[in-house]
């Protein structure tokens, strides 16, 4: 039988981020976007079945088996959560866990810019924090809440599926809704949550029309709001949200989106090279007056050259972003071309001549001395 525990402390121990099982395969490691096969046994279908089994139990189990895909999460005896998915390929049952810090790391130990911390002092509004899966989504969220919960006497409601990093009222009063044991989905806790007097709301994801619609509500009705979205930049965030509703509320939309939204913090992870690990490159769009006139009228097109040209704000591209970590040292010069948006202006850039004048501009638009 797979010792499951074993192999997530094993996971732990090595630092890895996620842990994945195949029927057929090793138990696998993933450290540093890199895959690493476990020195151990192939998974048989009846372990990897037993093995959800005796995670979420039957009742879940049987859900499981009906929808083929299921999300929770598990603990290990150390303390360390981790977030789970079991689902089905090729008929048959796979697993990916992905390991939660137990301490909630701050905005500065994850190298992201200082303007982030001003979104957590916003009194109301929306704040999106988008990227790939695995791009480091929840840890950036759950730094800006644990900002606000050591800074500020507030209520902070989450709703999470599964919850993740696990908070302990410190100036704040925090509740967390894990989606299907304390309410039944995203659209239902958010339509609820106006009446349990928050200050805050994060909702761990805008999935789907009806939870995107009340997200919006909610930042409209007064409160700061958190969420994510699976989009790699701003402009495409902004599409995204507009082309989930129908062709005829997308003019309603695009005026409710111009009001409420404050910025979206779009972010990529890369490898380190000065030491293991990972490191955020993030682009920054913040609402300005222009871009919210961008949003109402549909002029996305124009927000990238908005961003490009309002560094003195707090605002960055992704390239500028990518740029300075690899003059910092942090990142490798091929990752760097390679995630960029313009690769062969990016390989100019990042010559050796440029450093210099590059970090001083740098250090000059966003108010260093």
């Known amino acids: 039988m797979i010792d499951i525990t074993s192999i997530l ?12 099982i195949n029927v057929g395969l090793p138990p696998v490691l993933r450290k540093n976007t890199e895959l690493i096969d476990m020195d151990l046994p ?3 279908q009846e372990e990897a079945r037993e ?50 810090p137990k301490q909630t790391l701050t905005l ?23 990227g790939h899966t695995g791009a480091g989504k929840s840890t ?7 900002m606000i919960n050591s800074k500020y006497c507030k ?5 999470e599926d599964p919850i993740e990093y696990l908070f302990e009222n410190d100036k704040c009063m925090i509740e967390q809704r894990e989606i299907g044991f304390d309410c039944p989905s995203f659209a239902s806790g958010l339509k609820h949550v106006l009446r349990q007097d928050p200050d805050v709301i994060m909702v761990g994801e805008m999935r789907d029309l009806e939870t995107t619609s009340f997200t919006i509500t909610a930042a409209e009705t007064g409160h700061l709001v958190f969420s994510t979205l699976h989009t790699i930049n701003a402009p495409q965030t902004i599409e995204r949200i507009i082309d989930i509703y129908p062709a005829s509320q997308q003019n309603q939309i695009r005026a409710m989106l111009a009001n409420t939204l404050q910025a979206v913090i779009s972010q990529t992870l890369f490898s380190r090279i000065d030491r293991p690990g990972m490191v955020p490159c993030v682009e920054i769009l913040l609402c300005t007056p222009a871009v919210r006139n961008c949003i109402r009228e549909n002029r996305i097109y124009e927000i990238p050259n908005i961003i490009e040209t309002s560094r003195r704000l707090g ?17 490798d010069r091929l990752d760097a071309i390679s995630w960029a948006s313009n690769p062969a202006r990016m390989e100019k850039l990042l010559l050796p001549e440029n450093k210099a004048r590059f970090m001083q501009e740098t250090a000059v638009s966003v108010g260093v001395q």
């Open 9 to 20: 402390a094993a996971a732990v121990r090595h630092q890895a981020s996620d842990v994945h």
């Open 42 to 44: 192939p998974v048989t």
């Open 51 to 100: 093995l959800v089994l005796g995670l979420v139990g039957p009742e879940r189990f049987k859900e499981f088996q009906e929808k083929r895909d299921l999300d929770f999460s598990t603990t290990i005896p150390d303390g360390t959560r981790f977030r789970v998915n079991a689902h089905y390929q090729r008929n048959s049952i796979a697993l990916s866990f992905r390991i939660i």
């Open 108 to 130: 500065e130990q994850l190298n992201l810019p200082p303007i982030i911390k001003e979104l957590t002092e916003l009194p109301r509004g929306l704040v999106l924090v988008t």
């Open 140 to 146: 950036t969220l759950a730094a800006m809440i644990g």
């Open 155 to 159: 209520r902070i409601i989450t709703l």
């Open 315 to 331: 605002m960055q591209t992704l390239d500028h972003s990518i740029a300075q970590m690899y003059f910092k040292g942090y990142i």
